[in-house]
């Protein structure tokens, strides 16, 4: 998620971000709960923006490290942009509740969307 997607976010949900550059990444990761907020905020009626997926890390020794896990979202030829939106919100909000019940909640997630072109 890059930083012109912070606009489309709550100032206390950007506020939790933990940058994954110290691991070579140019993304954020958030717990699974500020993960949901996002993921509902971003797929919402204000911004309309498709969850293509995310990727899992988990916090070992001070950093982070990728678990190997992740989901992804392909859009169907024949869907609507709307159903693909709703579907997009639902498994990654499904993903990650599974994930977490599965596995703890010591892991956080990196939300990964369609780009969103600046106004």
Known sequence: MNNTLFRH?????VKTALS?????????AWDWQDS??????????????PILGGDVYVLANGQFKHTG???F??????ESSDVYLDRTRFI??????TYTARN?????YSIVVQVVAES
């Open 73 to 78: 979202v392909e859009k169907a030829v024949s």
């Open 69 to 71: 896990d992740s989901w």
């Open 92 to 97: 990654s909000i499904a993903y990650i509740k």
């Open 104 to 108: 703890g909640e010591n892991f956080f």
């Open 20 to 28: 994954l550059e110290n691991i070579g990444v140019d993304e954020y």
């Open 9 to 13: 976010l709550p100032s206390a949900i």
């Open 36 to 49: 949901i907020k996002i993921i509902e905020t971003l797929t919402g009626p204000a911004n309309k923006i």
